[in-house]
């Protein structure tokens, strides 16, 4: 399995960005699939994650962010409005082979793809 992220920058507060995940030889749909990640002293955080019935987003980016996936082309995407300073972080797509909720504990996924620096700042 190979996960590659993209799409971070940097972007003003109230900003949007779009990170997008590509999933090789790997099917999207059958285990969760999802976005961390990590701030500067900080563990890792489950900011959003989807399985094929459900998703999960951290309280703290409801309503701001909409993760997505495009499974003919093994595509996750997250959509990311309304960014705050605190959003900054590197973020990461992870999978899980045998979790089939979409989890936020990061030590449920298997499979990490390298990260994508976001940072939020005027």
């Known amino acids: 399995v190979q996960l590659q992220a993209s799409g971070g920058g940097l972007v003003q507060p109230g900003g949007s960005l779009r990170l997008s995940c590509a999933a090789s030889?790997?099917?999207?749909?059958?285990?969760?699939i999802g976005w961390f990640r990590q701030a500067p002293g900080t563990e890792r955080e489950g900011v959003s994650c989807?399985?094929?019935?459900?998703?999960y987003y951290a309280d703290s980016v409801k309503g701001r962010f909409t993760i997505f996936r495009d499974s003919a082309e093994n595509m996750l995407y997250l959509q990311m409005d309304s960014l705050k300073p605190e959003d900054t972080a590197v973020y990461y797509c992870?999978?899980?082979?045998?979790?089939?909720?979409?989890?936020?504990?990061?030590?449920?996924?298997?499979?990490w793809g390298r990260g994508t620096e976001v940072t939020v700042s005027s």
């Open positions: 989807i399985s094929s019935s459900s998703t």
């Open positions: 992870a999978i899980t082979d045998w979790v089939t909720i979409p989890s936020p504990n990061p030590y449920d996924y298997d499979y």
């Open positions: 030889r790997f099917t999207l749909d059958y285990y969760a």
